[in-house]
């Protein structure tokens, strides 16, 4: 379904290969977090809106396309909430320049100011 209706020729790759095409691009990763509870928050949230504006999502999309993005996103939270079934990262990555600086500061508490 998801493949179908949700995300046509989308693929979710392993942080690995995602790791391994920054470093094959020239790029040096610099963080690396993960999400996979936050994540569950922000599609329950979601689904909130959703629900909340289901007359007019159905007057824009129909109520096809509306009950298939309410399914997808309320089985998503789920399966984010149950450990090892689907997860999420946010991966920061730097071009260094040629002297080798990032032009980040030197620890992640100074990135986020």
Do not use: C
């Amino acid at each position: 379904m998801i493949e179908n209706y949700i995300f046509p020729d989308g693929e979710v790759l392993p942080l690995s290969r995602t790791i391994d095409a920054f470093q094959r691009a020239g790029l040096e990763v610099r963080d690396v977090e993960a999400l996979r509870e936050h994540y569950v928050l922000t599609l329950r949230a979601w689904v909130g809106r959703l629900r909340d504006s289901w007359d007019d999502a159905i007057r824009l999309a129909g109520a096809e396309r509306t009950r298939t993005w309410l399914l997808y996103l309320a089985a998503s939270a789920l399966g984010f909430e149950e450990k090892g079934r689907l997860t999420i990262h946010q991966v920061l990555a730097v071009r260094p320049s040629d002297d080798g600086s990032s032009g980040l500061p030197r620890t992640r508490s100074l990135w986020l100011g």
